[in-house]
């Protein structure tokens, strides 16, 4: 567009639009059909004279005083901050009803099945009657949920109608990697995608009233343009209230541009109009209900400081590449792309409108995020996540430094997810985000190899901007080939052994801030529950969170198998400074010889004490000397005592001594335990394996362990 934006004299169309013309809010539309009908004796001529209007205007409202009054309390429910009949607030009075919402919206997502009408109705149905309300307040429940519902399921629908209109991705072999000049047009991809691609300064436009927003948008919309409805008009309302929250052409672009109607829609409203105009509001109103109840969602599936169900988080926020604007991810219509890069050394921060000037956002020195964005567009990419940009930053402001540290919690633990779950596909920047490629440099500390954040970033097919072909880089192919190998552990499910590599290449790799390390173990490993990140807590205080959410295959055999007590406290498994200490993981626990299966019969405490019930004796245990070669376990049987040979670890010697031996369910490995003082909890020294099982004449009871 080359027109003056300011003036929309300058649009062809200019005389199609009226003059700007001060207008009745429906908010006060609303109130002027309320008092009419609170006031049954009034005229309309005393309406006119308590609002200060005129006569025929009083006339005009009161003709469609049933709609007005609809549309209004529908605004009112959908775009205003949850009412207390808002599914989001009723959760904090009734905890099973958003998270059985947000289930039934995933699974229907999953199945990649859209819910009819009639499933809509049945489906709220079921949910209001599990809430306990009264009879009243579940007839009001269902009408909340099935707007939810409702509105996800349209929103699905856009985003099923977006993928098909998306078009074919591009890969670096198609792409000219040069940099864009800030305020230049991105030409290349918008007559492929349908959608235009707004330059910086067009992006940064305010208008002051909403027959300007309109002209500018009918611009880009030039076969389907809109118009502004006689009486009722929920566009206009919608777009003054973007005005009025500040939102400049970018911001109200990005929120408008997915959901533009079809010119050839054929829903028709009472008096027989087009309907196209209510239908692009309904539909922001639906997704403004969506990002309203997206912090409670949020925050219902934190269960005593852990995430369940993680994987069903989807990212906060998007950049819209053809608005240049971040969005909640709601409003998006395709799938989108996450970007992984490393953070330099000179890294700035700048203000800018892309991210509303929410916080500073940080690039590497001599990058501008135009550029980034001309190089993401020519690969195809309409939405794209990236952690500077959609993830809440540092800020000066302390109530904004308190907001970031509250979304952090949660946002970032989920990190992982976003790049193996959600994200259509991963595109990575070795040196830095926005900058060339290099083949050097592989041992700077800054380097994308060498962070341990990037480890939970990696996924198979992604790829590596400036580079076409990873086999002609022969050192980056040696390089990546490590990773490549946990993701086939990944795929093929073994967790011991791909935990193992996971340590050993985390020892290796940087992070500015220590703790982040054991915060992306727990990301990759923990995927029912995660923990939430807290960037305060020491290394030791970090693990043993990490450990009480890890699965139990892990737990069991850190318990069973690792020999060396840990050295923190904690001891019946090794703790972090253990793991960064040795060369190689696979030393302190076995990860080829030992599977522990029984999933309910061990759990964590917040404590970091670990809870086990399973079979435990009371025995004796004699080293190998010279006239025994093998180390022996001595139990009192029903009539006699019996002596089974042992097995230890070769590099651990284990005194002579009474200990109590707790057995997995096999009762083959045992750990060698100490009592403490109050003879209730067990003080882990060392584990073995018999040579045998015990017999039937020696009892084992089945009792319930707490271990230090």
């Not at 009745?24 to 609303?30: A, G, P, Q, S, V």
């Not at 992982?416 to 994200?423: E, L, Q, S």
């Not at 030393?587 to 999933?599: A, E, K, N, Q, V």
């Not at 015990?694 to 084992?700: I, P, S």
């Amino acid at each position: 567009m080359d027109m003056d934006m300011d003036n929309p004299s300058s649009s062809p169309n200019h005389n199609y639009w009226p003059s700007p013309k001060k207008k009745l809010t429906n908010k006060k539309r609303r109130e002027i059909c309320e008092y009419f009908v609170n006031n049954p004796g009034s005229r309309q001529q005393d309406v006119a004279a308590k609002f200060g209007i005129e006569l025929s205007i009083v006339s005009k409202i009161l003709k469609h005083k049933n709609k007005w009054m609809r549309i209004a309390t529908r605004e009112r429910n959908l775009i205003q901050k949850p009412s207390s009949s808002d599914v989001g607030v009723l959760l904090e009075k009734r905890s099973p009803i958003l998270p059985s919402v947000k289930r039934c919206v995933e699974e229907y997502r999953r199945k990649n099945t859209i819910m009819s009408d009639e499933i809509i109705r049945k489906k709220a149905g079921e949910i209001a009657q599990t809430s306990g309300c009264s009879s009243d307040e579940v007839k009001e429940l269902e009408g909340v949920i099935e707007d939810y519902l409702r509105a996800s399921r349209n929103l699905q629908l856009l985003r099923q109608t977006g993928r098909r209109r998306n078009p074919q991705k591009k890969t670096v072999h198609d792409v000219n990697r040069s940099p864009a000049v800030d305020g230049d047009r991105i030409e290349n991809y918008a007559e492929e995608s349908g959608s235009q691609i707004l330059s910086a300064n067009e992006a940064d436009t305010k208008f002051a009233t909403p027959e300007h927003v309109l002209a500018a948008l009918n611009e880009i919309f030039l076969k389907e343009p809109l118009g502004f409805n006689d009486g009722p008009c929920p566009l206009r309302d919608l777009l003054i209230s973007f005005i009025n929250r500040d939102l400049d052409f970018g911001a109200i672009y990005a929120r408008l541009r997915s959901n533009w109607p079809k010119a050839d829609a054929t829903l028709k409203d009472d008096d027989g109009k087009s309907a196209r105009e209510e239908e692009i509001s309904s539909r922001v109103l639906g997704i403004e209900h969506l990002v309203d109840s997206d912090a409670q969602i949020r925050w219902s599936s934190v269960e005593h400081r852990s995430i369940v169900s993680p994987e069903s988080i989807q990212p906060r926020r998007l950049w819209d590449l053809c608005a240049n604007r971040v969005i909640p991810y709601h409003y998006s219509a395709h799938e989108f792309c996450a970007i992984s890069h490393s953070w330099t050394a000179d890294m700035r921060t700048l203000d800018t409108p892309i991210n509303g000037f929410e916080w500073p956002v940080p690039v590497p020195n001599g990058v501008n995020l135009e550029s980034v964005r001309k190089e993401l567009v020519d690969l195809g990419e309409e939405y794209v996540w990236i952690d500077i940009l959609c993830l809440r930053q540092r800020a000066l402001d302390s109530s904004k430094e308190e907001m970031r540290k509250l979304e952090w919690e949660v946002d970032l633990p989920t990190i992982g997810f976003i790049f193996d779950r959600h994200a259509e596909r991963v595109i990575r920047y070795m040196n830095g985000l926005g900058r060339t490629f290099r083949n050097s440099g592989w041992d700077d500390p800054r380097h994308w190899l060498n962070r341990s954040w990037t480890l939970q970033e990696a996924k198979i097919g992604s790829i590596i901007s400036g580079v076409p072909d990873p086999r002609t880089v022969p050192d980056l192919q040696a390089r990546l080939r490590i990773i490549d190998n946990i993701e086939v552990l990944h795929a093929t499910g073994e967790i011991l052994q791909r935990f193992a590599k996971t340590i050993d290449i985390v020892r290796r790799r940087h992070a500015t801030n220590p703790v982040d390390k054991v915060f992306g173990v727990a990301m990759i490993f923990c995927r029912e529950r995660l923990p939430l990140y807290d960037a305060e807590l020491n290394l030791e205080e970090a693990w043993s969170i990490c450990i009480e959410h890890l699965p139990s295959t892990l737990l069991g055999t850190f318990l069973f198998t690792a020999h060396i007590p840990g050295d923190e406290g904690v001891r019946w498994r090794p703790s972090w400074s253990q793991f960064m200490k040795v060369q190689d993981a696979s030393g302190l626990f076995s990860i080829h010889t030992y599977t522990f299966d029984r999933f309910d019969a061990l759990s964590v405490r917040p404590d970091g004490m670990a809870v086990y019930k399973g079979p435990i004796i009371e025995a004796h245990f004699s080293p190998s000397h010279a006239e025994c070669a093998e180390h022996c376990m001595t139990v009192q049987g029903k009539k006699d005592l019996v002596t089974v040979p042992t097995k230890l670890h070769p590099h651990y010697d284990l005194p002579e001594g009474d200990y109590t031996f707790v057995g997995d369910e096999e009762m083959i490995k045992w750990v060698v335990c100490n009592k403490t003082t109050d003879n209730l909890r067990l003080q882990k020294v060392t584990v073995l394996e018999l040579a045998c099982k015990l017999g039937r004449d020696v009892e084992v009871p089945i009792r319930l362990c707490w271990f230090t």
